[in-house]
């Protein structure tokens, strides 16, 4: 899948749950969503973009600070398991 069409998706998230007045709770919104609703590859992908690009930027798109806040702190949880 494409990061690009990734970050996109991962920033209509955090565009949703930003409006929250409680950050925690934002968080773990993102999080839930994430994990329920993204396939584990896309979840995968995700994971290693930031790897490679702990910032969150790659070219013209960047990531949601909501949402990279969110993957950093809760990567255990977002990571599949393996088969």
Same mark, same amino acid.
């Given at each position: *899948?494409?990061? @690009?069409?990734?970050?996109? *998706?991962?920033n209509r998230i955090g565009d949703f749950f930003e409006a929250m007045p409680d950050r925690e709770e934002a ?6 969503? &994430?994990? !329920? ?6 979840? @995968?992908?995700?994971?290693?973009? $930031? ?5 969150? /930027? &790659? ?6 600070? $909501? ?7 809760? /990567?255990?949880? $977002?990571?599949?398991? !393996?088969?």
């Amino acid at each position: *899948m494409d990061i @690009s069409n990734l970050i996109r *998706m991962a920033n209509r998230i955090g565009d949703f749950f930003e409006a929250m007045p409680d950050r925690e709770e934002a968080v773990e919104g993102i999080a839930n969503h &994430i994990q !329920k609703f993204w396939e584990p590859r896309m979840r @995968s992908e995700l994971l290693s973009f $930031l790897e490679a690009h702990s910032d969150g /930027r &790659i070219g013209e798109h960047q990531l949601h600070p $909501l949402v990279l806040e969110t993957v950093l702190t809760q /990567r255990e949880r $977002l990571t599949p398991a !393996k088969a």
